[in-house]
Every structure is written in C-alpha cells, then in structure tokens.
T-cell receptor, first 114, second 111 residues
Framework: KAGVTQTPRYLIKTRGQQVTLSCSPI?????VSWYQQTPGQGLQFLFE???????NKGNFPGRFSGRQFSNSRSEMNVSTLELGDSALYLC?????????????FGEGSWLTVV | GQNIDQPTEMTATEGAIVQINCTYQ??????LFWYQQHAGEAPTFLSY????GLEEKGRFSSFLSRSKGYSYLLLKELQMKDSASYLC????????????FGRGTQLTVWP
C-alpha cells in the first residue's frame, strides 16, 4: 500500500511568486490535512479537507488556500510568497470513520523563498 | 487554544530507558498521538492512545491518563538511531482530522 505522496519534494521560489503543492493520500483515505513546519513555530495546522470540503481551517492568512478533488488528492496554494513562508509543508491523510486513529504524513515539500 | 507541554530536550545513553512526558489541557479531548521525526524528515507515526492505560509496541510504549491530561512515551533499549524529535499531538472530538502538536522533545542518545 503506497503511503502519502507529496510533490514536489524541494522547490525554490522568489518573493511575490505563487506556489502549488500536491498531495496524494493513502488509498481509501478521504481526509487530507496540511501543516507548516518551521524551526521557530513548530508544526502549525493549515487546513483539512474531507470529501472535497474544507472541514477545518487554521490561523493563516488568505494567501494560503487549498482544495481537494473527487479522488481525494489535494493541493495547497500560496500566493504572493514572503520570505517567512520558507518551511516544510506536510500533508497528512486519515481514513473515514470516527476516532481518527491513524493519521500518516507524507515526506513533505521543502519550500525556500528567496 | 490547546495547551500541550513536553520537555524541550532530553539526553540518554545507549541501552538505557527514557520516558518522555506530555501534558495537555484540551477541551473535547479525543485521543493522543506520538510521532518520531528525524532531522529533515517527515513525522513517523509511533502510537495512538484513546483509552487510559499502556500500549506496548516493541521497544516503544505509550501511556495515557485522560483524567490527569497526561501521557508518556517510553523508549527501551535505546539505540543511536532513536535520536530524534518526539512529537506529542492530540485530537479533539469536534475536529478529528486536525492534530494539535506540542513543540516536540529533542532526544539525543549518546554511545
């Protein structure tokens, strides 16, 4: 069974550009959530999607957005990039059903903004 | 917000046992996860506790006390490769797909 797959793994962007990151969850998992990890702030929740609907949202500005497709794949977009957006962006997936007892992370996308 | 506290750093020697504590104050608490994260890598799932008690999985065990808002991760027979950050995270019943993370405990295992 394939794990959570994120692309691209590494990317460099310049300030003001926008970026789109992709996440393919584990087969059968319908919940996809996104996190930003920086040395100073730790792991911070961005948003969660379930069945193509945003179910939860963290405290990030509107420049951060996401979506989920009918096959549960998800994308997140950051517009007007700032230097502080440099981080590891992690995607996690979990299966449907109550309890949420298995949440697995992908390898992450390393974004550097210069 | 959710208050999740764990020590910032711990050190131990190979072959020893170490216990990493995590306390939380979370309304609507559902369950608690432990993840291991090596530098430059993604978090790896270690355990999930929803009921009180000890869950053992090889060299790693995790304990939960819901009434005390307390958990610990116990690592036995430490190996150099166990040097990593250990993340405590909780879920709430109202937002099951969302993890609330502590800041992580950086464990260094010395030879």
């Amino acid at each position: 069974k394939a794990g959570v797959t994120q692309t691209p793994r590494y990317l460099i962007k310049t300030r003001g550009q926008q970026v789109t990151l992709s996440c393919s969850p584990i087969s059968g998992h319908r919940s996809v959530s996104w996190y930003q990890q920086t040395p100073g702030q730790g792991l911070q929740f961005l948003f969660e999607y379930f069945s193509e609907t945003q179910r939860n949202k963290g405290n990030f500005p509107g420049r951060f957005s996401g979506r989920q497709f009918s096959n549960s794949r998800s994308e997140m977009n950051v517009s007007t990039l700032e230097l502080g957006d440099s981080a590891l962006y992690l995607c996690a997936s979990s299966p449907p059903g109550a309890g949420g007892n298995t949440i697995y992370f992908g390898e992450g996308s390393w974004l550097t903004v210069v | 917000g959710q208050n999740i506290d764990q020590p910032t750093e711990m050190t131990a020697t190979e072959g020893a046992i170490v216990q990493i504590n995590c306390t939380y104050q979370t309304s609507g608490f559902n369950g608690l996860f432990w993840y291991q994260q090596h530098a430059g890598e993604a978090p790896t799932f270690l355990s999930y506790n929803v009921l009180d008690g000890l869950e053992e999985k090889g060299r790693f065990s995790s304990f939960l006390s819901r009434s005390k808002g307390y958990s610990y991760l116990l690592l036995k027979e430490l190996q150099m490769k166990d040097s990593a950050s250990y993340l405590c995270a909780v879920t709430r019943g109202s937002t099951l797909g969302r993890l609330y993370f502590g800041r992580g405990t950086q464990l260094t295992v010395w030879p």
